[in-house]
């Protein structure tokens, strides 16, 4: 059975950084492809960065520059590096992994609160 955790989150004042990890089991973690979400209070679900199996990325444009993404397909991790943090990053964090041949599942993580506040 998947699971995906998620750990890193907490308070950070603005300008300041975190970073976030997501611990993948039972799954060949060079299957997936691997995405960070966040969603705010009363926000939808948005994507922040995504990782393929190869390293190849992509992030939102709100995050370009500040945010990094990166795998360890031995270790079954995933990680976001967040820089410059502001108030607007504030939100629940959630890992998710995608496979890469079908039938496509997708699996979630719980999540983990970042706050951006002074």
């Known amino acids: 059975q998947v699971h995906l955790v998620e750990s890193g989150g907490g308070l950070v004042q603005p300008g300041g950084s975190l970073r976030l990890s997501c611990a993948g089991s039972?799954?060949?973690?060079?299957?997936?492809?691997m995405r960070w979400y966040r969603q705010a209070p009363g926000s939808q679900r948005d994507l922040v960065a995504i990782?393929?199996?190869?390293?190849?990325?992509n992030y939102a444009e709100s995050v370009k520059g500040r945010f990094t993404i990166s795998r360890d397909n031995a270790e079954n991790l995933v990680y976001l590096r967040m820089n410059s943090l502001e108030p607007e990053d504030t939100a629940v964090y959630l890992c998710?992994?995608?496979?890469?041949?079908?039938?496509?599942?997708?699996?979630w993580g719980q999540g983990t609160q970042v706050t951006v506040s002074s």
């Open positions: 039972g799954m060949i973690f060079s299957m997936y492809t």
């Open positions: 998710n992994g995608q496979e890469i041949s079908p039938p496509y599942r997708n699996y």
């Open positions: 990782i393929s199996p190869g390293g190849a990325t």
